[in-house]
């Protein structure tokens, strides 16, 4: 099982839809969590962070389960530059006191006209 | 937020020769640097720590003595690959942390490498 997991869709939504996305990760020392945006040959951008208690950016919203070790992204009013690839992040505590970083495989969204 | 550079942004060469690749933080001092390797429509794949003034970490299955990395100092870092073949043809990519940043682990990746060696 992969340590984070997410279904690479695609999802083709149109503009003003609603979509959702999930991702879940395997590990409990899982310490912070990240949802980060990939355009086409283009470097991840930090899209948001995610917190228990959700965290909302304008039509973002990230919501963090750690009983159920999920994480969700819902974007509201679908742009048509909303379009790309989202991936969830997750940082993993280490017993040399760091952490490594896991990215999952990317959601791609597709928003049409 | 942070910025961090890359350069070359692409580069073609032929098999067997090697390619350095540098990474840098513009506006704040990384101790820490990573590298990543992304293969078309597949995950960003960790390939190794770079910590300035010590040895690298790699990651599993990635030989260091095929990717040399170097940290001199604390907004720089260089990935050379040695000897490329073409299966090493993918999109390199570096990021750092800001230890002053208001998300302590947030990533800040520069714009990416493509590498093709024919």
């Known amino acids: 099982r992969k340590e984070v997991e997410q279904d690479p869709g695609p999802f083709n939504v149109p503009e003003g839809a609603t979509v959702a996305f999930n991702c879940t990760y395997s590990?409990?020392?899982?310490?912070?969590f990240f949802w980060y945006r990939q355009d086409c040959r283009k470097e991840p951008k930090l899209l948001m962070s995610v917190y228990s208690s959700g965290n909302e950016d304008g039509r973002f919203t990230a919501q963090l389960n750690r009983a159920s070790q999920y994480i969700s992204l819902l974007i509201r009013d679908s742009k048509l530059s909303d379009s790309a690839t989202y991936l969830c992040?997750?940082?993993?505590?280490?017993?040399?006191?760091?952490?490594?970083?896991?990215f999952g495989a990317g959601t791609r969204l597709f928003v049409k006209a | 937020g942070a910025v961090v550079s890359q350069h070359p942004s692409w580069v073609i060469c032929k098999s067997g020769t090697s390619v350095k690749i540098e990474c840098r933080s513009l506006?704040?001092?990384?101790?820490?640097m990573f590298w990543y390797r992304q293969f078309p429509k597949q995950s960003l794949m960790l390939m190794a720590t770079?910590?300035?003034?010590?040895?690298?970490?790699?990651e599993q299955g990635v030989e260091k003595d095929k990717f040399l990395i170097n940290h001199a100092s604390l907004t720089l870092s260089t990935l050379t690959v040695t000897s490329a073949h073409p299966e090493d043809s993918s999109f390199y990519i570096c990021s750092a942390r800001d230890p002053t940043g208001l998300v302590f682990y947030e990533q800040y990746f520069g714009p990416g490498t493509r590498l093709t060696v024919t």
């Open positions: 770079s910590n300035e003034g010590s040895k690298a970490t790699y």
């Open positions: 590990n409990s020392a899982s310490q912070s």
């Open positions: 506006d704040f001092q990384a101790t820490t």
């Open positions: 992040v997750v940082n993993i505590g280490e017993r040399t006191g760091g952490f490594k970083t896991i």
